[in-house]
Structure formats: C-alpha cells, structure tokens
C-alpha cells in the first residue's frame, strides 16, 4: 500500500505564490507516476499536472506558464508550485500516484486546501 499526505495548502492573495508537497510512503516502488488533482467548488475534479517516473510532465492548459510539477525521488515527495495564482485556482488539490499494474491503479490522499482570495 502508498499512503500520500499532502500540505503547503492555505489562503493566498491573488498573484501570490504557494507550493505545495504530496509525500509518499509504502511500496513507491510501484509508482509509475504522481500527480496533483483539483476540485474547485461546484466543479468536477481534474488534472493540474502530472510527471512520470521518466521525467515527462503534463498540465491543464488553464494552469500552463504558471504552476510547475516537481519529484525528489530520493525524498519521495512530489511538489506543485503555483505562481501568479487567480481566483478560480481555489480548490481542495489532491495528491495521486500510479501504479505499476495492469490495468493501472491509483492511490490518493486527503486533499489540501488552496484559497486565493482577497
């Protein structure tokens, strides 16, 4: 089992800065790949960003030029920094990985809050 706790989440103004950090703990041998998820208030959840074991990375074109996915593989810590944050990036986000299994499967963690508000 991949346990992943996320933080850095809180209250930041509007084109403020925020990282936040997802730790994984168990069997991250399997991981295949870690991402950071949102749910914004009356919406679906979705992908903000995305890096494989490989390095590649991948991003919600609403966040594009703005957020940056990171890993610290000695660590097992995956990051998201988020720059020039807009009102709309309000959401809880949540930490994902991917395992290594046919199909692929997932593990999640709690969720850690961003508000960005005046």
């Known amino acids: 089992q991949v346990q992943l706790v996320e933080s850095g989440g809180g209250l930041v103004q509007p084109g403020g800065s925020l990282r936040l950090s997802c730790a994984a703990s168990?069997?991250?041998?399997?991981?295949?790949?870690m991402g950071w998820y949102r749910q914004a208030p009356g919406k679906q959840r979705e992908l903000v960003a995305r890096?494989?074991?490989?390095?590649?990375?991948n991003y919600a074109d609403s966040v594009k030029g703005r957020f940056t996915i990171s890993r610290d593989n000695v660590k097992n810590t995956v990051y998201l920094q988020m720059n020039s944050l807009k009102p709309e990036d309000t959401a809880v986000y949540y930490c994902?990985?991917?395992?290594?299994?046919?199909?692929?499967?997932?593990?999640w963690g709690r969720g850690t809050l961003v508000t960005v508000s005046s």
């Open positions: 168990g069997s991250i041998f399997s991981i295949n790949a």
């Open positions: 994902n990985a991917e395992f290594r299994t046919f199909p692929p499967s997932d593990a």
């Open positions: 890096i494989t074991s490989a390095g590649s990375t």
